[in-house]
């Protein structure tokens, strides 16, 4: 079903935007900053971001999972040190 899913998803992205816009429905409707008709896709976007729920302050396993890994490391050791936090945070 997986591999099945990912041949649909990459058939159909081709066509995405063409099958939205079929509808004829707004960018406030769509609610997405990508496919705009201004074109201003980024400033959107990261607008977006920043309004979205819970957008405040630094996610806790920030510094523990998120930053090794856009540092490109180990991701094995990564995760064995957030698993390790989270069982000493849980007691």
Do not use: C, W
């Not at 591999?3 to 997405?32: K, M, T, W, Y």
Request: charged share 25%.
């Amino acid at each position: 079903i997986t591999e099945q899913a990912s041949v649909a998803v990459g058939e159909v992205r081709a066509i995405a935007v063409p099958l939205v816009d079929a509808f004829n429905l707004s960018d406030f409707v769509v609610n997405s900053p990508f496919g705009r008709r201004d074109g201003d896709v980024y400033p959107h976007y990261f607008e977006m971001v920043k309004n979205a729920p819970r957008a405040v302050g630094v996610a806790p396993y920030y510094e523990s999972t998120i930053r090794p890994m856009l540092q490109g490391k180990d991701m094995e050791a990564v995760m064995e040190a957030y698993n390790k936090e989270q069982d000493d945070g849980s007691e």
